[in-house]
């Protein structure tokens, strides 16, 4: 990740009620850029949520961000693997609504959400998620920000404040 994407969302941060998207290009490494956003938080946040729509990124981002973070941190949320505990979780967006449940029983407030792919954020169970949950903050990954389709779009977000390429 760039100093400049970090300082960017650094700053986005400290002002109320933003929700930033990075836009990144295919192959660009969001599961690294995801992984310095996280590392910078971990001492602060007791709980970090990473989700993705599907299951392969799930698998995905456990692996990458498993690797680069300290060993124990990161747990999954997804299939009969269920570690709600941990300090970082990746769960796919289908399983938001037991996550919610699970860390609501066990009193743990969600201090950052990244939602990779997040212009799949309009689904009824990822804003659901939102509500129940309430994130302090959020940050969205994506390589397509602008959408035709109306089931794809950005409502949870405020703005793209940085863009980066493969290169």
């Not at 498993?66 to 693997?81: C, E, H, I, N, Q």
């Not at 939102?130 to 920000?145: M, S």
């Amino acid at each position: 990740a760039t100093p400049k994407a970090l300082q960017a969302i650094s700053e986005q941060w400290k002002g109320a009620e933003r929700h930033p998207i990075v836009h990144a290009v295919m192959g660009a490494g969001k599961s690294l850029f995801c992984a310095a956003i996280i590392q910078g938080c971990l001492q602060a946040a007791s709980c970090i949520v990473v989700t993705a729509p599907r299951a392969m990124l799930v698998r995905q981002l456990y692996t990458t961000l498993s690797k680069l973070l300290p060993a124990g941190a990161v747990g999954m949320y997804y299939g009969r693997t269920k570690q709600p505990s941990r300090q970082v979780i990746v769960a796919c967006d289908a399983s938001t609504e037991k996550l919610a449940r699970s860390l609501k029983n066990a009193g743990r407030e969600v201090e950052l959400w990244v939602a990779d792919e997040c212009h799949g954020s309009e689904a009824e169970r990822i804003k659901g998620w939102v509500e129940k949950v309430q994130p302090k903050a959020r940050l969205g990954l994506t390589a397509t920000p602008r959408r035709a389709d109306e089931n794809e779009g950005l409502s949870l977000w405020t703005e793209v404040i940085y863009r980066y390429t493969a290169g």
